[in-house]
């Protein structure tokens, strides 16, 4: 059995609807949807979740709200007109949608919790009568009835142990299920949503719970690409990689998950298969437990821009025992988290994303390391860019660090920091953000060299 979730591009019209419609009837295994809300139709469009989102603050705000309800209602009949479904649906809808607002609490935070997640769960209504007027039965599940119970952290809810058992029995549906994405509900009955993007959230709750095969996640790219396509024209798809790769990737601005969002699959080591809605016979991208990687090989480059690094020099600090110590609990006393802390035998760097620690907390930061752990020198570098090269095949491979500098040395690249992951499924190079750019093309040619043709 698969779970398969579609994103917002991929429902965002009856044209999108009907290809997934196809999609799913396409593989008897795939009998639980989960549906995201329409999102952009075209470049410049808008998202109903962020219609939704304006609709609740014009009532929160005590303005006449007609006009951006139809915005959302809109969306809604243009789907069900072209998909020909009965226009009852629709009433459903608005019905719906004015209960949410004329029941509202005090509470802003659960009325916008509200408010964001009926736009999945219009959708999947939608969708399930499209599935079953195409003459593939399918029932619309609601996820309070399911059991999706979530913390009432509103906006940014996790999903609370009870519910893998609860979602368990999803598995005996004689009917596909359509799942709407996104939202469950606390104990207390509210409605609460996951993180911006939390459909892949639910996505991967419900494929742990059922314990799918696969849990197929379809968006509108073919395959995850092993470096920035705006920075390499056409590099290499990624056919495969472990939990472990795309985190290390992702960590450095790939953005292929929000990779918290997968962390039911990978507990429960469910393979993940990205895959495209309007390709959908092109393989995809798996990510797996384990794989076993061609001796060497890397299998992606991330990269991303805005740290800085705290370079702190002593004489002897070796022997000075507690020194890191005392210099990580500074950061932590002022609620700042760290990236890399590399060091030497005299000296010590903390990598930092620049967002965490204002120029305020910086010099009050630099103040208390200065009186407490009395450096020789402390000097503070901004606008770093980081790179990762990431691949299991690097395990127990030498010259790897050797291709990576002699790439940047050609190229002409000044490196600020080195530092290689102690799992050494990765390696991570500092260089200036202006620098970012070339750093990664240096890195792609020597680690992804163009194969030849022999003749
Ligand atoms: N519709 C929600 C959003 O736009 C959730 C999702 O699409 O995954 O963030």
Known sequence: ?????????????????????????????????????????????????????????????????EAALKA???????????????????EIITADLRGRIETRGPSKLQFMDAMKAAGEDCNARVIAEAFTKAGN???????????????????????????????SSLKDSKEIVIFPGFFGVTKGGDIA???????????????????????????????????????IDNPPAITCMTYREMRELSYAGFGVF?????????????????????????????????????HGSVVGISSASGFCSIYIDKYMMNREVGFGRRLLQILEEEGISF?????????????????????????????????ELKPDNISVEHGLALLMVVGEGMHYTPGMAAKA??????????????????????????????DRENAIQALGTAFFPKKTSSN
């Open 405 to 434: 500098t002699q790439a940047f040395r050609e190229a002409n690249i000044n490196l600020e920091m080195i530092n290689q992951g102690a799992s050494e499924i990765s390696m991570m190079f500092a260089v200036k953000e202006s």
């Open 193 to 231: 949503t996951f993180p911006r993007g939390g459909s892949d959230i639910t996505g991967a709750i419900l494929a742990a719970a059922v314990n799918a095969d696969v849990y197929e996640n379809f968006t509108d790219v073919d395959s995850v690409c092993s470096m920035d396509p705006r920075v």
């Open 1 to 65: 059995m698969n779970v398969v979730k579609f994103g917002g591009s991929s429902v965002a019209n009856a044209e999108q609807i009907s290809k997934i419609i196809g999609v799913v009837t396409s593989d008897t295994d795939r009998r639980i949807v989960v549906v995201s809300a329409p999102g952009k139709r075209f470049a410049g469009d808008i998202k109903v979740t962020d219609l939704l989102i304006a609709l609740a603050d014009t009532v929160l705000g005590g303005n006449d709200f």
């Open 137 to 167: 039965p399918a029932k619309y599940m609601n996820p309070g009835a399911a059991g999706m119970l979530l913390s009432a952290e509103f906006g940014n809810a996790e999903v609370l142990e009870e519910s893998f058992k609860n979602l």
């Open 258 to 294: 929000h990779d918290e969002a997968i962390i039911p699959a990978v507990r429960a080591e469910i393979p993940i298969c990205i895959k495209n809605t309007n390709n959908p016979s092109a393989p995809g991208t798996m990510v797996v437990p384990k794989r076993e990687p061609e």
């Open 339 to 371: 990236e890399h802390t590399p060091s030497g035998i005299d000296n010590m760097s903390v990598l930092l994303a620049s967002a965490n620690i204002s120029d305020k907390k910086e010099t009050h930061v630099l103040n208390r390391i200065k009186t």
């Open 72 to 90: 959302v209602v809109d969306r809604y009949t243009e789907i069900q007109r072209n998909l020909d479904l009965p226009a009852g649906v629709i």
